[in-house]
């Protein structure tokens, strides 16, 4: 049975009262109950540091800048200077696909380390980023360029990444971008990508104006799309369907001269409006470009969003976009069809950073499904303004959730679905509730576009109906067992 806003807030105090009172009042204000009948962003806290002691989901910085902006840019390498750690956890963990020779073109799934020892926290690490940078050039002559992502050591201890990268470029011939995206900094990635947007801005798009590059009227970017398990590639497909021309991803699937290129198309598409929202403004001021933000999860939002980019063109598109979207209706009525009766009226709940807890709720409606409660690693404020609208009244938001909070919201909102990240995921295996990774689609996608809506309404049904969890019981839920005197007694 479905909570009433009482109800709902009663569980929210019970689950907060086994923190200190500080504590306790500090989360208090990054938990709301939706309320349709007014503006429920304004009464929830995002943005700000995680209590401390409180088991916190977020990433670092450095995870911002090379895990989501820089590190999917295919033809360009990334260092990661510091540890061996960071960079590892970071290689290929996304699943951000691409076209190309690895090794040889392309370098998203390689991991390039200076990898610090405790002699280059006390003497610096400037020389071995030196070394680093002409032993990659030697071997992988063919890149377009290198970016010198800093971990935590790099900040504490003062390394002049810029002027490494400075002689370097000038000695190369290439472009070699210093990023200070070092873990400490900001409250969570959230910061790591606006220091790479500001890095994107200063090296690549200041001289932009002196490449060549020959436009159309109907040329497009996609921005802050990182291709997990080939989304950028199902968008292309409904772009170009309307007769648009996508001449750069951002930076799934992305190169360097696409991102240099940017500034002269018509109109930039922002997918991921939390990690690249600051370049498109920039790219608005400075260039005149507009943008516009969309959503291709799931049948409604895709036609929405479909009709709004069309908007910003001439007739001619605008009516080839009705044609493509009378189209595509049959083909996911098909998939309406098929699915919704398995899963009308399943209860989901939604924990995932960037912008997925709000775009993926129209697909998962669209498919009869309803969202009992979501929220975000990493949001901002707007990102709840957009947020709060599309929930149901009564509905559980909640930001930088702790593992033992989102446990106990599961325990009592009993959901049938969780869409989480991976770090969550076999918790909740083990309590016995379905789940989907969607971070990175659980190694399945794309789940953008017509194609994509297609795998994930097979997804969900998969999981949700798989007959494996009325068999699983949470081990601290298995009766216990007894010993008995005899065992007591050898064991003594």
């Not at 370049?279 to 943008?291: A, L, N």
């Not at 929405?304 to 063109?313: H, L």
Request: aromatic share 10%; hydrophobic share 35%.
């Amino acid at each position: 049975m479905d909570m009433n806003k009482e109800q709902m807030q009663s569980l929210v105090d019970e689950v907060l009262e086994v923190y200190p009172e500080v504590a306790k009042a500090e989360r208090a204000k990054h938990i709301v109950v939706n309320d349709a009948s007014q503006d429920s962003s304004k009464c929830i806290s995002s943005n700000r540091k995680a209590t401390p002691g409180v088991m916190t989901i977020r990433g670092c910085a450095y995870a911002g800048s090379k895990g989501v902006v820089w590190g999917p840019v295919k033809d360009m390498i990334h260092i990661s200077h510091g540890p061996v750690g960071c960079g590892q956890y970071s290689r290929a963990g996304r699943r951000n696909y691409y076209v190309g020779t690895t090794g040889v073109d392309t370098f998203g799934t390689l991991d390039f380390t200076t990898d610090f020892q405790e002699r280059d926290i006390v003497f610096g690490g400037d020389k071995k980023l030196s070394a680093a940078i002409d032993e990659i050039e030697a071997l992988f002559p063919l890149s377009k360029g290198i970016s010198v992502q800093s971990e935590c050591p790099v900040g504490l201890i003062g390394d002049d990444i810029e002027a490494v990268a400075k002689t370097k470029s000038a000695e190369l011939g290439k472009k070699i971008v210093p990023v200070r995206c070092e873990g400490f900094r900001g409250v969570s990635q959230s910061l790591g990508h606006h220091i790479a947007n500001d890095t994107i801005r200063d090296y690549v798009l200041n001289d932009s104006d002196e490449k060549e590059f020959e436009t159309t009227d109907y040329d497009v970017a996609i921005i802050g799309d990182y291709n997990i398990g080939g989304d950028a590639w199902s968008s292309r497909i409904i772009l170009e369907d309307m007769g648009l021309r996508v001449v750069a991803q951002w930076s799934g699937d992305g190169t360097l001269p696409e991102m240099e290129n940017t500034p002269k198309v018509k109109l930039n598409l922002v997918h991921c409006y939390r990690s690249m929202n600051y370049i498109v403004r920039y790219m608005e001021e400075k260039h005149g470009i507009p943008w516009v933000e969309y959503n291709l999860f799931g049948p409604t939002k895709i036609a929405e969003s479909m009709r709004k980019i069309a908007g910003f063109f001439d007739e001619k598109i605008q009516k080839q976009t009705e044609e493509v979207i009378a189209r595509y209706t049959e083909q996911w009525n098909t998939v309406i069809e098929k699915y919704r009766p398995r899963l009308e009226g399943k209860k989901v709940m939604l924990y995932v950073g960037g912008l997925r807890p709000r775009h993926v709720i129209g697909a998962y409606e669209d498919l009869g499904m309803d969202i009992v409660g979501a929220g975000y690693e990493f949001a901002h404020n707007d990102d709840y303004v957009k947020t709060t609208p599309v929930m149901k009244d009564a509905a559980l938001i909640f930001d930088d959730a702790a593992t033992y909070e989102l446990e106990e919201f599961v325990k009592a909102l009993k959901p049938d679905l969780i869409g989480s990240g991976v770090k969550e995921k076999y918790v909740f295996h083990k309590m016995g509730y379905p789940f989907r990774q969607m971070h990175s689609w659980d190694y399945s996608g794309p789940y953008h576009g017509v194609d994509g809506f297609a795998i994930f309404a097979l997804d969900m049904d998969m999981t949700l109906n798989n007959p494996c969890w009325a068999k699983m019981k949470a081990p601290w839920e298995e009766p216990a067992e007894v010993e008995s005197e005899e065992s007591l007694a050898k064991s003594a």
